[in-house]
């Protein structure tokens, strides 16, 4: 099986390109990103094994997937994180996310790859205060802000390309907050924080990101079709993550967070999408049972053990 991978440069693809490469049935990767994928033990491997191509997506053509077998879509604005200013033009921000997914994907029909693999987000859900405890896949889309719209608009656009070409398998994956060595730096620091949104006890889920790959590798060998929602266990509240293992933590008043995170985004892209911060009032609870059903994935990495790893900076 010959597998690309576009975004593979970054923060998923990073940990993603070594579990391929780990993986019996996928003989070939090939890892397509503007920047290089590098990971430990990259520039070793032999040519048939490993192809680094470092090439902008906009200039994708059918020529450069023929042979693919599996196209597994990472390339994404996550949380305004790149672009320089441009991260603030939400015009730009979604043709960088609808409208050259669309290209990627068509790219693919006409190369003629079995099965295209899209990384969704959960924040397709909301989450909002009506929110259902848990979310099942059959749960209609409802985003909250512009990057979970462009998610669902993206999920949109893989179905229209699955009416085109019915033989063509489409899988797409929705997991929470993703978090790790290599996760968002908000992420990391919400995850460490002893501070937590004060009056919010609205479970979230997370997901440790060596959990996330082995998830998408499963989706990549079983070609199962149809959408998985993907998530780590117990479902804890910001401020139960917040006060685990320590005896003081500091509340911070949600109208502050949302007042002043804007702000923070406006002034460094580490700050991250201030969409987010709008769902906290939700709960965010995914039923991971089609994915431990028909993927045979469970998650090694539970809530707990998350934050301690990252507060030990322990992989």
Known sequence: MRVAVTGAAGRIGRVLLPELLHTPEVERTIALDREPADF????TLPADRYDLRQKDLAQLTPEDLAGTDTLV???FQLMGGHGGRRRHDRDWVRRQNVDLSRSVFAAAAQAGVRHVVFLSSA???GPWPDS???LSEDQPPRPRFPYAEDKVATEQALEALDREHPELVTTVLRPPAVVGPHAQPLLQRIARSRLHPAGIDAPVQILWEEDAARAIAAAVTRRAP?????GTEPVWSLRAMARHGRRLTLPVPAGLIRRLHPLAW????????PGWVRGLDGPLVLDCTRARRELDWQPRVTTPECLERLRVGNR
């Open 73 to 75: 879509h990472l390339a």
């Open 132 to 134: 259902p405890v848990p």
């Open 226 to 230: 149809g959408c998985f929602n993907l």
């Open 123 to 125: 924040a397709v859900y």
């Open 40 to 43: 430990p033990g990259a520039a």
């Open 266 to 273: 406006r002034l460094s892209a580490r700050a991250g999408d």
